[in-house]
């Protein structure tokens, strides 16, 4: 399947040509027809020598609807740029060539038409076309004259476009779909219908898409396909198609809407890009009117240099990496020149000297983008954000990839960098603190998401214990408490299961936090909430309990350790957690053997 354009000046043969190859009046409107002058966009379609299915979209030739010429042009890959001998080459001739040039159309083929009333005059013209065609893509493009009327040169024509259509890339038919509307009309019984051209992807009946215009963005869902006036359960590329859809209004859809993917189109209302000029030396107007399939949008120039600029538009577009518009003066009515998207997803510039430093950054870059420089400007991002976006797969040198999340390794090495000094700014400031949470931790390094934070903490040369964050052994500075720390040892080592009351603590000023970073060193055991009692407390204690009739009772403990029952309870259910006794039932415990 492929689909082809027309283009050239009004009156040149334009639809007289696509009715004579394909049987099929491309003028819908009576009043086209009546003065025989194509106002919209046309469509016919017919099958060539070699079998290949082929669909036209024929466009309107005067100045007044180039608009409408734009939108037909927009999503086609191929051209039959027509010439008329009688007259040659004439003043839209060269805004279509123009538009063919801003959109980087490279496969065509140029129809010199009415051969039949000016035969002396085809090879001179054929000259002028290649002489005004030289720049753009269709330099080169095979040059056939024909007459509509008399049928001469329609077969060669025929054969030309097989030709042609043989060297164009084969479209993928697992790609994502996006389908610009240049139709909306409403059939009785069947409702809502669209057309436009399915340039990649596959369409199925059933199928779900998002519907991204003027209106927003809103779920339909595909009732019935045609192509070609023949109804289908599934089409693929390169297809005129027309698509019945459920849960949308005709008078909801316009001219320039999308059907787009669900989920896999990003939209965007700024974008910066590669300018191609039809005059490099002519001054870009502020306001433009950008072309992008079958849209046009109004949108606002800020260049950055001769060669790049940031293009914010009045509404946001299903546009990606690659992508190119064509810009088009209103005022003026002429198209200055085409642009080729480098950054749907662009940063604010926000500081004197950032449009300069933008330009720096984008001079480098293809229409395929510089992936490293992508993942390096956000630091981290998802995979799957950079392929909405229209980048490649394939990760480049410096890139870590964690889960689905593409970290720049300087990024990496910034926040752990950034984290390690937070925690040694902890340790200074709070020589009591634990370490450093996770959540300050998380808060401290802004990460573009929370997941993103045991990649950085691999590698940080933090120690991370009971989610608390650490220098390699550290231990915490007692300072002002050290004195009453090594107050209370002196008492445990004299008597090592009678443990401070809460009132001799409170003298001591040791409160939670002193007590838990005496813990943390090694110095004292907690074993319930105000029960604090030396670290080899249970090594002792089993010493005791072991040389005890087994079993033992509670009390028989408390007697053997010399303590009181608010020591003895938690000591005893601390050496059952450890598995060093073992609780018979309810008032008697044995030395686990």
Request: aromatic share 4%.
């Given at each position: 399947?492929?689909?082809?354009?027309?283009?050239?000046?009004?009156?040149?043969?334009?639809?007289?040509?696509?009715?004579?190859?394909?049987?099929?009046?491309?003028?819908?409107?009576?009043?086209?027809?009546?003065?025989?002058?194509?106002?919209?966009?046309?469509?016919?379609?017919?099958?060539?020598?070699?079998?290949?299915?082929?669909?036209?979209?024929?466009?309107?030739?005067?100045?007044?609807?180039?608009?409408?010429?734009?939108?037909?042009?927009?999503?086609?890959?191929?051209?039959?740029?027509?010439?008329?001998?009688?007259?040659?080459?004439?003043?839209?001739?060269?805004?279509?060539?123009?538009?063919?040039?801003?959109?980087?159309?490279?496969?065509?083929?140029?129809?010199?038409?009415?051969?039949?009333?000016?035969?002396?005059?085809?090879?001179?013209?054929?000259?002028q076309a290649r002489a005004r065609l030289a720049g753009t893509g269709l330099a080169d493009a095979p040059t056939v004259a024909v007459s509509a009327v008399t049928g001469e040169g329609l077969d060669v024509l025929r054969s030309a476009l097989d030709g042609v259509l043989a060297g164009v890339p084969t479209p993928d038919p697992a790609a994502r779909v996006r389908i610009w509307i240049d139709r909306a009309f409403s059939v009785v019984g069947a409702g809502t219908v669209v057309t436009g051209?399915?340039?990649?992807?596959?369409?199925?009946?059933?199928?779900?898409?998002?519907?991204?215009?003027?209106?927003?963005?809103?779920?339909?869902?595909?009732?019935?396909?045609?192509?070609?006036?023949?109804?289908?359960?599934?089409?693929?590329?390169?297809?005129?198609?027309?698509?019945?859809?459920?849960?949308?209004?005709?008078?909801?859809?316009?001219?320039?809407?999308?059907?787009?993917?669900?989920?896999?189109?990003?939209?965007?209302?700024?974008?910066?890009?590669?300018?191609?000029?039809?005059?490099?030396?002519?001054?870009?107007?502020?306001?433009?009117?950008?072309?992008?399939?079958?849209?046009?949008?109004?949108?606002?120039?800020?260049?950055?240099?001769?060669?790049?600029?940031?293009?914010?538009?009045?509404?946001?577009?299903?546009?990606?990496?690659?992508?190119?518009?064509?810009?088009?003066?209103?005022?003026?009515?002429?198209?200055?020149?085409?642009?080729?998207?480098?950054?749907?997803?662009?940063?604010?510039?926000?500081?004197?000297?950032?449009?300069?430093?933008?330009?720096?950054?984008?001079?480098?870059?293809?229409?395929?983008?510089?992936?490293?420089?992508?993942?390096?400007?956000?630091?981290?991002?998802?995979?799957?954000?950079?392929?909405?976006?229209?980048?490649?797969?394939?990760?480049?040198?410096?890139?870590?990839?964690?889960?689905?999340?593409?970290?720049?390794?300087?990024?990496?090495?910034?926040?752990?960098?950034?984290?390690?000094?937070?925690?040694?700014?902890?340790?200074?400031?709070?020589?009591?603190?634990?370490?450093?949470?996770?959540?300050?931790?998380?808060?401290?390094?802004?990460?573009?998401?929370?997941?993103?934070?045991?990649?950085?903490?691999?590698?940080?040369?933090?120690?991370?214990?009971?989610?608390?964050?650490?220098?390699?052994?550290?231990?915490?500075?007692?300072?002002?408490?050290?004195?009453?720390?090594?107050?209370?040892?002196?008492?445990?080592?004299?008597?090592?299961?009678?443990?401070?009351?809460?009132?001799?603590?409170?003298?001591?000023?040791?409160?939670?936090?002193?007590?838990?970073?005496?813990?943390?060193?090694?110095?004292?055991?907690?074993?319930?909430?105000?029960?604090?009692?030396?670290?080899?407390?249970?090594?002792?204690?089993?010493?005791?309990?072991?040389?005890?009739?087994?079993?033992?009772?509670t009390s028989e403990a408390r007697r053997a350790l010399g303590t009181s029952r608010r020591v003895a309870v938690p000591l005893l259910e601390h050496l059952d957690a450890k598995g060093w006794t073992r609780r018979i039932d309810a008032g008697h415990r044995e030395v686990a053997r």
């Amino acid at each position: 399947m492929y689909v082809v354009a027309t283009a050239g000046h009004v009156d040149h043969g334009k639809s007289t040509l696509v009715r004579a190859l394909t049987g099929i009046e491309p003028d819908r409107w009576a009043e086209e027809q009546r003065r025989g002058l194509t106002i919209d966009l046309g469509f016919a379609w017919t099958a060539l020598p070699s079998g290949q299915e082929t669909a036209f979209v024929d466009v309107p030739g005067h100045e007044r609807f180039l608009g409408n010429m734009l939108a037909g042009l927009g999503p086609v890959p191929v051209v039959c740029f027509v010439v008329a001998a009688d007259e040659g080459w004439s003043a839209q001739s060269d805004d279509h060539r123009d538009a063919v040039a801003a959109l980087g159309i490279r496969h065509g083929l140029v129809v010199i038409t009415k051969a039949d009333r000016a035969p002396d005059r085809v090879d001179a013209v054929r000259e002028q076309a290649r002489a005004r065609l030289a720049g753009t893509g269709l330099a080169d493009a095979p040059t056939v004259a024909v007459s509509a009327v008399t049928g001469e040169g329609l077969d060669v024509l025929r054969s030309a476009l097989d030709g042609v259509l043989a060297g164009v890339p084969t479209p993928d038919p697992a790609a994502r779909v996006r389908i610009w509307i240049d139709r909306a009309f409403s059939v009785v019984g069947a409702g809502t219908v669209v057309t436009g051209t399915l340039a990649a992807g596959t369409v199925r009946v059933g199928d779900d898409f998002e519907l991204a215009g003027t209106g927003g963005s809103r779920r339909v869902a595909v009732r019935g396909l045609q192509r070609h006036g023949a109804t289908r359960d599934e089409v693929g590329p390169v297809s005129r198609i027309a698509v019945n859809l459920r849960g949308v209004a005709v008078e909801d859809i316009s001219r320039g809407d999308a059907l787009l993917a669900p989920g896999l189109w990003p939209v965007t209302d700024v974008v910066d890009v590669r300018l191609a000029l039809t005059d490099a030396e002519a001054r870009v107007p502020e306001w433009l009117t950008v072309h992008a399939g079958t849209a046009a949008v109004p949108a606002r120039v800020r260049p950055f240099d001769g060669e790049h600029a940031r293009l914010t538009l009045a509404r946001p577009l299903p546009l990606v990496l690659g992508d190119t518009v064509v810009l088009r003066d209103p005022g003026a009515k002429r198209i200055v020149g085409g642009a080729t998207v480098l950054d749907a997803d662009p940063p604010a510039l926000l500081r004197r000297g950032d449009g300069a430093r933008r330009a720096g950054a984008l001079a480098g870059r293809g229409s395929d983008g510089d992936l490293l420089a992508e993942v390096a400007r956000r630091g981290a991002v998802r995979r799957d954000r950079l392929v909405d976006l229209g980048y490649g797969t394939e990760v480049p040198d410096g890139v870590r990839v964690a889960g689905d999340w593409w970290i720049h390794e300087a990024a990496l090495d910034a926040w752990q960098a950034r984290l390690r000094g937070a925690v040694a700014d902890l340790h200074e400031r709070d020589p009591l603190a634990a370490g450093l949470s996770l959540g300050a931790a998380r808060e401290a390094l802004a990460l573009p998401d929370p997941s993103l934070l045991p990649t950085v903490l691999d590698g940080a040369g933090l120690e991370n214990e009971a989610g608390r964050l650490a220098l390699p052994g550290h231990r915490a500075d007692l300072g002002p408490a050290e004195r009453a720390v090594a107050e209370v040892e002196r008492r445990l080592t004299a008597s090592p299961f009678v443990a401070p009351e809460a009132d001799d603590l409170a003298a001591l000023r040791l409160g939670a936090r002193e007590l838990a970073a005496a813990e943390r060193a090694g110095r004292l055991l907690r074993i319930a909430d105000g029960v604090v009692l030396s670290p080899r407390a249970p090594a002792l204690a089993m010493r005791e309990l072991a040389g005890l009739p087994q079993p033992f009772t509670t009390s028989e403990a408390r007697r053997a350790l010399g303590t009181s029952r608010r020591v003895a309870v938690p000591l005893l259910e601390h050496l059952d957690a450890k598995g060093w006794t073992r609780r018979i039932d309810a008032g008697h415990r044995e030395v686990a053997r």
